[in-house]
Antibody
Framework: EVQLLESGGDLVQPGGSLRLSCAAS????????MSWVRQAPGKGLEWVSA????????YDADSVKGRFTISRDNSKNALYLQMSSLRAADTAVYYC??????????????WGQGTLVAVSS | QSVLAQPPSVSAAPGQKVTISCSGS????????VSWYQHLPGTAPKLLIY???KRPSGIPDRFSGSKSGTSAALGITGLQTGDEADYYC???????????FGGGTNLTV
């Protein structure tokens, strides 16, 4: 059974930094692209960042480009999101999502429960 | 303003059928596979349909997907109160070079 468990969400001040983690199990982690998707309060789903199975290809939404960095450690079956220069608009539940294939862009067949990031002074 | 347009809400009585539309363009829906997700607040979203019209194992055949040109649709028959949730379409956009979601549709049964 595929399991994705996010952690690292917290209350942080504007301009601050945070690192999210996603522990994966139940599948061959390195064979699949992974993404972060977020949902702000009262809003819909918004894709944030994606990384290919081997980590060579990375894609970011314009809203986070230059501030967020996605990475993965296939030896630890772990996905990360380093977030910096955080803004109030980044307040959201962040979900880790498994792509259907090695390369990104085929949809997400498993999701974690999410971790809450709140940006406020 | 989402790249993919969905109605904000739909409603139908238990046992009836509902269709949720997803309107895009030639850079996304028309030339890439569409998938559909069910999301109850506070829970993990669930994949319902992938590659326009395929159902993952475990998804009942009450759920169906279709696509024609720049529009896709999710059909749900035999509605149950447990189907009340938000539904999202999603696909790749060739111009943006990113994944895009629709704005979501809230289903009331």
């Amino acid at each position: 059974e595929v399991q994705l468990l996010e952690s690292g969400g917290d209350l942080v001040q504007p301009g601050g930094s945070l690192r999210l983690s996603c522990a994966a199990s139940g599948f061959t982690f390195s064979n699949y692209a992974m993404s972060w998707v977020r949902q702000a309060p009262g809003k819909g789903l918004e894709w944030v960042s994606a990384i290919s199975g081997g980590g060579a290809a990375i894609y970011d939404a314009d809203s986070v480009k230059g501030r967020f960095t996605i990475s993965r450690d296939n030896s630890k079956n772990a996905l990360y999101l380093q977030m910096s220069s955080l803004r109030a608009a980044d307040t959201a539940v962040y979900y880790c999502a498994k792509d259907r294939k090695y390369n990104y862009g085929w949809g997400f067949d498993s999701w974690g429960q999410g971790t809450l990031v709140a940006v406020s002074s | 303003q989402s790249v993919l347009a969905q109605p904000p809400s739909v409603s139908a009585a238990p046992g009836q059928k509902v269709t949720i539309s997803c309107s895009g363009s030639s850079s996304n829906v028309a030339n890439n596979y569409v998938s559909w997700y069910q999301h109850l607040p506070g829970t993990a979203p669930k994949l319902l349909i992938y590659e326009d019209d395929k159902r993952p194992s475990g998804i009942p055949d009450r759920f169906s997907g279709s696509k024609s040109g720049t529009s896709a649709a999710l059909g749900i028959t035999g509605l149950q109160t447990g189907d009340e949730a938000d539904y999202y379409c999603g696909t790749w956009d060739n111009i943006l070079s990113t994944w895009v979601f629709g704005g979501g549709t809230n289903l009331t049964v």
